[in-house]
């Protein structure tokens, strides 16, 4: 019965997907003529979810990452030298610079995004980079956090007048960090300006000024770790890690396992709904569907204003809007059917909110893999000429982008081995929390039916994402 629901499911979800794709996101990569039709890429991934989900019920008996203690510190004096105070200021410091590198360079460099070290070091090196780095090494971005540094130096000074910070509300929970979150990507997306170096360095001032204010009022570790957009991104990706920070002592603990320990705070399933809403709506927004769409919806907004560029912003943030709404709502139904038992939609959409981190991941990883890949290459001549005026500072100047360092085709199975393993995982994580929610392997299959059409909807709207992507 398991094997029959499973794939009539990934039958369902599969067929909706046949049209035709190509290689890579975000049009850096040529498009490629593919040895195998992109139906059946689709059909395959919704195979291999069925068929990790049947594996799961047969050989995941008992949960294996919930509360999971297995923890294999590294030598003593690895984690006294990485965690000493001395290294946590000096990441700090180096991550204030910056930090003050890109206002600088922002504001006084040449307004050229392909000639300023600004653009490229904030969408690509900070924005992309960081998600392998914390996928593989753990909670990076926390130690280089340049809010956390400076707001842990503000909170010092403020705290020898003004007395303790006041307590952080539970029902802002994780809100400030989705807020944020979308209000970059409406800059790197929407915005008309987005990309201008200078806009860039007043919205990084702004944003700045709007951290140090929380972490002033509510403290800096605690406004960090809740409320600054990037340090709960990053930080969610962290817990995937197999590197993991205990106190003074670093060790490795089983892939996924940091996630089994996520509190589903306020907000959380709003900063997973905007991580993969943003990540689809930027990958859908150059494809042929929504070019076939937009001048509808400009022409809508131009009956409320006469200025052509608001118009197409306001066509522009009511399609993110719209994939943001099917998104949630799509993880919500999951929820709504695996109902029962005591638990209620929302219970089950906070119980098993830790599975969308992968589906995040993925979704990001496969959108910008090309992106990293190739524009990173980038960031070697603008260090050595960050404003744009011709310098040479580090010999790195006449350095080229190598855009035959990855193929195209290489880049297409890339990206569907990415999405294809962190939908296996988010699977796999729900599965082991379903164990524990109902008690033995057959409650916590029939309970994850509606998780898995759930998992197989997702795998096939990131590959046809990333088919528009290539069409586009």
């Known amino acids: 019965m398991t094997r029959r629901v499973a794939l009539s499911l990934a039958a369902l979800a599969a067929a909706a997907l046949t049209a035709p794709a190509g290689a890579a996101a975000h049009g850096l990569a040529a498009r490629a003529d593919l040895p195998i039709p992109t139906w059946l890429f689709v059909w395959g991934a919704a195979a291999v979810i069925v068929v990790s ?25 690895v984690g006294r030298v990485l965690t000493s105070q001395a290294v946590d200021v000096l990441c700090g410091a180096v991550g204030v610079a910056l930090l003050v590198l890109v206002v600088w360079t922002g504001l006084v460099g040449v307004q050229s995004p392909q000639e300023n070290f600004a653009p490229t070091f904030v969408y690509v090196i900070f924005w992309l980079g960081l998600v392998p780095l914390s996928l593989l090494f753990g909670d990076v971005f926390r130690a280089f956090n340049p809010w956390r540094a400076m707001g842990r130096v503000l909170e010092r000074v403020v705290a020898r ?18 807020a944020g979150i979308l209000a970059f990507v409406w800059l790197e997306v929407i915005a008309t300006s987005g990309d201008q170096p200078r806009t860039i360095a007043l919205a990084t001032m702004i944003y700045t000024a709007v951290t140090l204010v929380g972490m002033t009022l509510f403290g800096a570790e605690t406004w960090t770790r809740r409320a600054e957009a990037f340090s709960v991104y990053f930080g969610l990706l962290a817990r995937m890690a197999p590197l993991e920070r205990r106190g003074r002592t670093l060790g490795l603990r089983p892939p996924l396992a940091g996630l089994s320990r996520l509190q589903a705070d306020p907000g959380t399933i709003g900063v997973l709904v905007v991580l993969i809403g943003t990540v689809s709506f930027d990958g859908g927004s150059g494809g042929p569907a929504w070019n076939a769409l937009l001048p509808s919806l400009t022409d809508a907004f131009g009956v409320l204003t006469p200025n052509p560029a608001l118009a197409l912003q306001g066509a522009y943030v009511l399609g993110l809007v719209a994939v ?73 100047a006449t350095w080229s982008v190598d855009y035959t360092l990855v193929g195209a085709q290489t880049f297409w199975y890339i990206q569907v081995a990415l999405v294809i393993a962190g939908h296996v995982a988010a699977l796999t994580l729900a599965h082991d929390r379903a164990l524990v929610l109902y008690g033995n392997v057959k409650r916590a299959l029939r309970s994850q039916y509606w998780m898995l059409a759930v998992m197989i909807g997702y795998t096939t709207f990131a590959l046809w994402l990333l088919s528009q992507a290539n069409e586009g």
Do not use: C, K
């Open 161 to 178: 007048g003004a007395g303790e910070a006041i307590a952080y509300p539970h029902r802002l929970g994780r809100w400030p960090a989705a």
């Open 53 to 77: 989900f049947v594996a799961l019920g047969a050989l995941w008996r008992e949960p294996r990452l919930e509360g999971d203690e297995r923890f294999r510190p590294l030598p003593e004096m």
């Open 324 to 396: 943001l709404v099917g998104v949630g709502g799509f993880y919500l139904l999951g929820a709504r059917g695996a109902a029962g038992g005591g638990l209620g939609t929302m219970d089950v959409a906070r119980a098993f909110v830790h599975s969308l981190v992968p589906i995040a991941f993925a979704y990001a990883a496969a959108h910008y893999v090309s992106l990293l890949i190739l524009q990173s290459q980038v960031i070697a001549p603008l260090v050595s000429d960050p404003l744009g005026e011709g310098w040479n500072l580090l010999g790195t």
